[in-house]
């Protein structure tokens, strides 16, 4: 097998679950910038309307409690899965777990029986299927069961904490993204915007296998002739 999967003369068609939150609404302006790519397919719980508009941007609404009657959509060569909740919007641990390993395995699953080579997926730092915090042990769990599924290539993405303009900032981000000159390397926040470029260009390289990209690889490299700036949310 070679480095990277073939690419058609007319580019690469990919899927995007989550567009309307913060990593995966960057991730959509950067698919919508790259050449690599010719078809963009944008599948939402709730209609909306993206900042930037695109010939080869399709917007489907889908209820994700029976994914399965909108397989076709998932007839593309990439899928991101950007989604995910908070125990505090989620309201209870089986509604997380809905949202975070449900339906994010449900695509995985459409994705292969249609033909897709590639499946990307939002984790985060600290995911372990043996963790006794609910939420590093959910998103560990999803890991091992896309591990287990025959795709060519898997990625999964492990940021910390993100950072980025939300329209409801979250007080602990903004605290966070302040000081992140004073956390770990490991555990520093990460913008959100690095990890969708992280992420779009995983989707390009399309390197066989499982490749697993941590938190700190997402960070902008340090210069010598400057300190690492903290990384900054929208203000309230």
């Known amino acids: 097998m070679g480095n990277s999967l073939p690419v058609t003369a007319t580019g690469r068609s990919v899927l995007l679950l989550g567009a309307t939150g913060l990593v995966g609404n960057e991730c959509l302006r950067r698919l919508l910038a790259d050449d690599a790519f010719s078809r963009v397919v944008v599948v939402t719980r709730t209609p909306f309307e993206p900042e930037r508009n695109s010939g080869k941007l399709e917007r489907h609404v ?51 029986e249609r033909g897709a080579s590639h499946f990307l997926a939002v984790s985060a730092i600290g995911a372990d299927s043996g963790s006794r915090i609910f939420y590093n042990r959910t998103k560990g769990e999803l890991e091992d069961a896309l ?62 296998g499982i490749r697993v990209i941590e938190s700190p690889e997402m960070l902008p490299a340090p210069t010598l002739a400057e300190p690492i700036p903290a990384l900054r949310t929208s203000p309230m």
């Open 62 to 112: 889908a209820d994700f409690e029976h994914l399965t009657l909108h397989a076709h959509r998932f007839e593309v060569d990439n899928i991101i899965c950007a989604l995910g909740t908070t125990m505090k919007r989620a309201g209870s641990r089986a509604r997380f777990r809905t949202v975070d390993f449900v339906y994010p395995l449900t695509a995985a699953h459409l994705g292969l």
């Open 147 to 208: 591990r287990a599924l025959s795709y060519p290539c898997l990625t999964l993405v492990r940021p910390s904490l993100l950072v980025g303009s939300r329209p409801r900032p979250r007080t602990a981000e903004r605290i966070a993204g302040a000081l992140s000159f004073a956390f770990p390397t490991k555990y520093r926040p990460v913008a959100a915007s690095h990890v969708a470029q992280a992420i779009v260009d995983a989707a390009v390289a399309a390197s066989p």
